[in-house]
């Protein structure tokens, strides 16, 4: 069949209608798109055996203005009121789309219920303080008055880590407390306000000598998938990951330093480069995940903006065994980790040289000459950075362990490609649901010793049902180990099937040693498995310290990290009711 | 005076009487010694206006026989039973000199007293477990018997980090639990048993291909100056920090996981390389210096042994201000850390310069000739290490910005001899204090920005004090500053004097906007300054964690951390009753 005649499904190009449910759950850009081209398109359909009659109506869009109507504000008035009057009226809003807007994050069954045009739970009123002083005033009389209190920093959890199970208030970060305070050159830090967003934050500092006089601009090196819909609060809240955290750290390691708002007053943390004064509170505040209270400031190490030291290439190996034995030499070579390494299974790998367009060329014939063969090949790709001659050795000790192994470079075509479409990918997500596919991503942390078996054990359970595709890669490196990234697709029956894909690949991680989540973080989706993964004398402790800061339960509650389940609140079944 | 008739001190040369409190008090091997030289001793005249009749008869020595006749064992016979059933009869002890010699840290304090036959307290019974099941049994008997329980690592606290205030049982971690349990090459990590101290633990690593038939020989990477007295635990319980950590790391950064028994039960934290499942409990027992419970057990990550890729070196710059911006500018490069960097101020700079034999040479002639003057010009040491590669563009890097800032080349013999010398000062000690003479170190964490500010007021406190020497050196730096630790030294009128100058540099720190402590811990020696430096909202969180750990606080008691205090309980005065 030739180009011109070749159907394509029709996608959708209209920009979700002002008010629409659409507009709530799209990702990105309203005019934003990225259609899956013909090349995924036609995998999709050998993968799933589809046929373009699958792909000719689309399922319900969410097109419908949203509605509250069946479930007004539950918040007296005089509450409204007197919150309101703290923020100023201007940030206070109990409109329905407001309320929905702000109540949902980006997993896959929220679009869904949109799109049927169900809302299960939404905050009563929406507050978007200015400063401190209104969080401060703001916690303290939801305290007095036992109003629920969510918080929301750029929007884009994945596990349900904001939505307001019990109602009430949500604090709305991004709107004012989005800026840059200071850029200190001496300590290499930067102090920042916890709702302002990635792209923000990084171009601010990227200006940092127009904008603060400082000597060198700066990078604050996270750079998560959810970048441009993520906070700076929210990254260390969650204990995100950006996509060069291998050179750079995890959110956990960027962060020096916080101001938290709590019940019991407001937390602030010391800046010092290490201290042996005794256990960390800043680091019992990373990852409490808006139960402990609401993070208002932070201090952050920053880097120097260096583009030009970056080099990037391409490989492929034999199998995954060789692709991981490969990246667990370089993380442990003692020279440096690059900023972006990533490595994709056999199955990943596949679909990447079909989408990049390599299968079926004359490198793909070559590849397979040299025995790299379908469904066994690995491709990593990587990217250093740093000081010059520093990113220089990283880029040739990598080099060389490739070579080691018998890895076949790909010049570094592939890493500018990726590079070019890193925040574009979440985008194809509302394509696949137009079609009533599903996508979706989990991901875990592993040592080294438990990675295989973390990955075949995930893989047999996802193979167990039916033309259900799993790709993974693994993309934030340490000595110990790295993360294994899951992104899996299929047609459901409907929610509960495909909730109970997601459960069984939480259950395949937990059985198989991997920890419950890398990046992600906790919310509501992985709560039920907590006690069990983290023991039960350690989840107490988070018990503890949650129910110290915010002694009457406010901030958070329904689930979240399951820090308020009492004792056979569960019984088996997951944070829905659904069993397990 | 020809050197033949140079007077020199009667330093001792006898290793300390078999039960004796000197045996107690003396660093080291008892039959180990590092005298002062000729140009030390010189020094010390000459800056404290002393002369050789300062120096001839010897004070109290502690020669005498270890006897607690008025303060015997207060624990009842039947607890004694009881105990010494759990973890063996030859395992239990509480004759006179167990029970002092495990009471005991190294504060130039208990050295004094224990000079004068004074031992202010004593544990009642001291155990030797033999395993984790040993703990278990033995918390639990005390925990129902409200018998307090102290720590002994490796018994080189400087600040009464386990000085049993309330008797009770001391529980000695280094006699059986002090054995390498496995050497995880995929992982990169070790698990040990947290009473093994840092010889044996190094040499294990360093052999691991014999003993454990690895690949490759490891080494630790953490090597404080009391390398030789210190247990893995205690590196982790007290927050430690090794003389080549701006490349390892501290032991805050290098242990992955820690079993710890308690009255709640044990916690064991899972080994990942990285997590999101909300603030991490290993977090919580890092630094909490035996106030929670017994660290039991570790899993640390280890590197590659690799003598073969250090390059050293030394300079001189102008000024400690030059020096300083040196080390920052090599901490922020991003072309990785130097293993040993280390700058010396002024004063010290000027001490090491005579004792190095430098003071007086034609070097010396060259250096003033070049405008690096006597009590303004700062030595800086530096070793790289790591991959051959990463470890030269250390070197060369460094080299660069020595040069860049005006740095004299000094040859790399000086690391040579500080290496060589660098676990031998402690021994310097027990020579002056023969004489009268106090010799303490203080130590803390400071940012870039406050660097300046805390070393002129601590320097400006001590100076206001009568001859008084303060020298002061960074050793352990990070991109966002580093530590400060200061070495003083003093002819003192009485304890009490001693005293108020220990406390004047913790209070001149503290306004200067120091950490209290960079890696010596809190214990009890600045525990009255700990919530005026962490503030209230945040000491209350580790009072919460050490009542949740420890509800009947039989861990550590009297003062550790100042998590026992109570409102009123100092009332400006320290902790030994003493005022402010």
Known sequence: MSRKEEFMPPWSDEAPEAGSYRSVFKWGDPSGFKHPNRKLYRYMKEQFRLTDDDFRVRVREGREKVSLAGMPSRLE???????????GDENAADDDYSRVFYSVGKTQEEAFELREGVVKHAADLILHPRNTDDVVAVVRYCDDHRIPLYVYGGGSSVNFGFR?????????????????LEVNELNKTATVEAGMLGPAYESALNRAKELFGTKRNYTNGHFPQSFEYSSVGGWVATLGSGQESSYYGDAYDLVMGVEMVTPRGVINTHVYPATATGPKILDMIKGSEGTYGIITRL????FY??????????????DWETAVTVCREISQ????????????????????LRLYGVAGTPLDTIMKLFGFREMKRCLMLFRTCGEKHFSKNVYRQVKKICRRHGGLPLTSYPVKKWD???YLDPYLREDLNDFGMVLDTT????TWENLHRVHAEVRRFVKSRPLTGCLTHASHFYPEGTNLYFIFFCKVKDMEDYISLQNGIFEAIQRAGGSLSHHHGVGRMIAPWMEEHLGKNETDVLKLLKNHFDPNGIFNPGGQMGLDYRPGD???RDWRGIRR
């Not at 991901?443 to 592993?446: A, F, N, P, S």
């Open 77 to 87: 008035t005089k509450h409204r009121t007197a919150l309101a009057a703290i923020v």
């Open 305 to 318: 903006l260096s583009d030009e030291t970056k080099y990037g290439g391409a490989y492929v190996f034999k």
């Open 443 to 446: 991901e875990c942390g592993v």
């Open 420 to 422: 070019h479409g890193r």
């Open 299 to 302: 201090t952050m190490k920053i």
């Open 164 to 180: 307001p199970m019990a109602g009430g208030v949500m604090v709305v970060m991004n709107t004012h407390m989005n800026r840059l």
């Open 333 to 352: 070579g003692e020279f440096g980790f690059p900023g972006v390494l990533r490595i994709s299974d056999e199955e990943e790998t596949d679909m990447g």
């Open 570 to 572: 569960l019984n088996g």
